[in-house]
């Protein structure tokens, strides 16, 4: 029996079992594969492949390679230098310095407390936008229509933000999501600027969350007198700075809740 | 003439953020790149001083892809250095064999036989061995994908071709497995 298969089913079935295929995509090719068997068996004989390469023992690192990696970048620093100059340190000023530590360190123990709290929001924000890049989706309502999305936060959260289309600027509407940061449900708004997602995520205002890197994302946050904005993105910094004006500008007004 | 010092203790709490969490990642797609442990151990050492001198390149979008890159292109130039009849690189192939292996044929068409839509019956001895012999382009996507579980946009970054072409290495990668597994039985 000989049949004969199209090179574009053939990279289709590949993105398939890979789950790159976008969900519409991924049902239409699954109806496919339902109704044409000798297609089935290539994907049954593909995914046998997969497992095997996956389940292939892999060589595990010896322990001492992350040692010898550490000895010789301490090379690299000029770490010598530092070690003298510190030894000169009198006692004087070390005595000092313990007495200054002393006053200062229960205010930088709140600040760390702080701090502490402030990390946890941005990298629960984080994770909300990890989570979603792992679903099929990373929205619970796709529209690209404002008047869909804003009703749609409106009906499920007690305070519901503007939720502008910025395609103008590079950043189209993808839709809409309710996180849960802390105990509490807030709203997530999905743009899409090229091939990246963006999700910023809306809590109550007066919080700071500082400009940080978490997992490889990119977070930036800033607040108007409703809302407390954080942005969530693998962009550049300097992308979520223009998303950040971008936002800003199109979404001032206060609207009547 | 001495080297000026240009790295900071800055510089190495980001390479320890940045690329240290990586590293068994960084070893495992090294060895499976040089397919010796010794020769892995060197690559990833050059590739962590490389990732360390060079850490003020990174732009703070995916470490993970950012570490990887360095380890396969580090790999490669270590492997044309040291080890140059071990790598069969694209380059090495006459333009026809090229064409044949990045794409089915003219028509885009291929014939399929039997043994190819029989499930796969192979052991894991069998399986690293015809991982271990697949080119190099070939290996490498294949390695980033079910080795190193990454998707397709970050397989493009870190082998620097466009994603349709990791596709088709992808696709084109699994045929020549499948057939080489294949003609064993």
């Given at each position: 029996?000989?049949?004969?298969?199209?090179?574009?089913?053939?990279?289709?079935?590949n993105?398939?079992?890979?789950?790159?295929?976008?969900?519409?995509?991924?049902?239409?090719?699954?109806?496919?594969?339902?109704?044409?068997?000798?297609?089935?068996?290539?994907?049954?004989?593909?995914?046998?492949?997969r497992?095997?390469?996956?389940?292939?023992?892999?060589?595990e690192?010896?322990?001492?390679?992350?040692?010898?990696?550490?000895?010789k970048?301490d090379?690299?620093?000029p770490?010598?230098?530092?070690?003298?100059?510190?030894?000169?340190?009198?006692?004087?000023?070390?005595?000092?310095?313990?007495?200054?530590?002393?006053?200062?360190?229960?205010?930088?123990?709140?600040?760390?407390?702080?701090?502490g709290?402030?990390?946890?929001?941005?990298?629960?924000?984080?994770?909300?936008?990890?989570?979603?890049?792992?679903?099929?989706?990373?929205?619970?309502?796709?529209?690209?229509?404002?008047?869909?999305?804003?009703?749609?936060?409106?009906?499920?959260?007690?305070?519901?933000?503007?939720?502008?289309?910025?395609?103008?600027?590079?950043?189209?509407?993808?839709?809409?999501r309710?996180?849960?940061?802390?105990?509490?449900?807030?709203?997530?708004?999905?743009?899409?600027?090229?091939a990246?997602?963006?999700?910023?995520?809306?809590?109550?205002?007066?919080?700071?969350?500082?400009?940080?890197?978490i997992?490889g994302?990119?977070?930036?946050?800033w607040?108007?007198?409703?809302?407390?904005?954080?942005?969530?993105?693998?962009?550049?910094?300097a992308?979520?700075a223009?998303?950040?004006?971008?936002?800003?500008?199109?979404?001032?007004?206060?609207e009547?809740? | 003439?001495?080297?000026?010092?240009v790295?900071?203790?800055?510089?190495?709490?980001?390479?320890?953020?940045?690329?240290?969490?990586?590293?068994?990642?960084a070893?495992?797609?090294a060895?499976?790149?040089?397919g010796?442990?010794?020769?892995?151990?060197?690559?990833?050492?050059?590739?962590?001083?490389?990732?360390?001198?060079?850490?003020?390149?990174?732009?703070?979008?995916?470490?993970?892809a950012?570490?990887?890159?360095?380890?396969?292109?580090?790999?490669?130039?270590?492997l044309?250095?040291?080890?140059?009849?071990t790598?069969?690189?694209?380059?090495?192939?006459?333009p026809?064999?090229?064409?044949?292996?990045?794409?089915?044929?003219?028509?885009?068409?291929r014939?399929?036989?039997?043994?190819?839509?029989?499930?796969?019956?192979?052991?894991?001895?069998e399986?690293?061995?015809?991982?271990?012999?697949?080119?190099?382009?070939?290996?490498?996507?294949?390695?980033?994908?079910?080795?190193?579980?990454?998707?397709?946009?970050?397989?493009a970054?870190?082998?620097?071709?466009?994603?349709?072409?990791?596709?088709?290495?992808?696709?084109?990668g699994?045929?020549?497995?499948?057939?080489?597994?294949?003609?064993?039985?």
């Amino acid at each position: 029996m000989i049949a004969s298969i199209r090179d574009s089913d053939e990279l289709q079935l590949n993105a398939y079992c890979d789950g790159e295929l976008d969900p519409v995509s991924a049902t239409e090719f699954e109806r496919r594969l339902a109704n044409d068997e000798r297609l089935k068996a290539r994907h049954d004989r593909l995914m046998s492949l997969r497992q095997a390469v996956r389940s292939l023992p892999q060589p595990e690192m010896p322990a001492r390679l992350e040692g010898l990696i550490r000895k010789k970048l301490d090379a690299e620093l000029p770490s010598n230098v530092t070690i003298l100059r510190r030894r000169n340190w009198s006692f004087q000023s070390l005595a000092a310095a313990a007495l200054f530590g002393a006053i200062i360190s229960s205010s930088a123990m709140m600040m760390i407390a702080q701090y502490g709290q402030r990390e946890n929001v941005a990298s629960e924000v984080v994770s909300g936008h990890i989570r979603g890049l792992l679903a099929p989706q990373p929205f619970d309502i796709a529209s690209s229509d404002r008047h869909t999305v804003k009703p749609w936060f409106t009906a499920r959260l007690p305070e519901s933000p503007q939720v502008p289309d910025l395609a103008a600027q590079g950043f189209a509407l993808l839709g809409g999501r309710v996180d849960v940061i802390g105990h509490d449900p807030v709203a997530t708004i999905l743009y899409k600027h090229a091939a990246h997602t963006v999700s910023l995520t809306t809590l109550r205002p007066g919080q700071s969350v500082p400009e940080q890197t978490i997992a490889g994302y990119n977070v930036r946050s800033w607040s108007d007198k409703n809302f407390t904005y954080v942005a969530v993105s693998d962009l550049p910094s300097a992308d979520l700075a223009s998303f950040e004006r971008a936002f800003a500008a199109a979404a001032p007004a206060p609207e009547i809740r | 003439m001495s080297v000026p010092i240009v790295q900071n203790e800055d510089d190495r709490a980001a390479f320890d953020e940045v690329f240290l969490p990586h590293l068994h990642e960084a070893y495992r797609l090294a060895q499976w790149l040089a397919g010796s442990p010794s020769d892995a151990e060197d690559i990833v050492q050059e590739s962590a001083l490389r990732a360390f001198r060079g850490i003020k390149t990174f732009g703070a979008v995916n470490a993970r892809a950012w570490s990887l890159a360095i380890v396969r292109n580090t790999a490669f130039s270590w492997l044309a250095k040291n080890k140059p009849k071990t790598l069969v690189s694209m380059n090495d192939l006459s333009p026809a064999e090229q064409r044949d292996l990045e794409r089915e044929g003219p028509r885009g068409e291929r014939v399929e036989t039997p043994e190819e839509t029989a499930l796969l019956k192979a052991n894991a001895e069998e399986v690293h061995k015809a991982l271990a012999q697949l080119p190099a382009q070939f290996r490498e996507v294949i390695v980033l994908r079910e080795i190193n579980q990454m998707n397709y946009r970050d397989i493009a970054e870190i082998t620097n071709v466009p994603i349709g072409t990791v596709m088709s290495r992808l696709s084109r990668g699994r045929q020549l497995l499948m057939a080489h597994l294949g003609d064993r039985r």
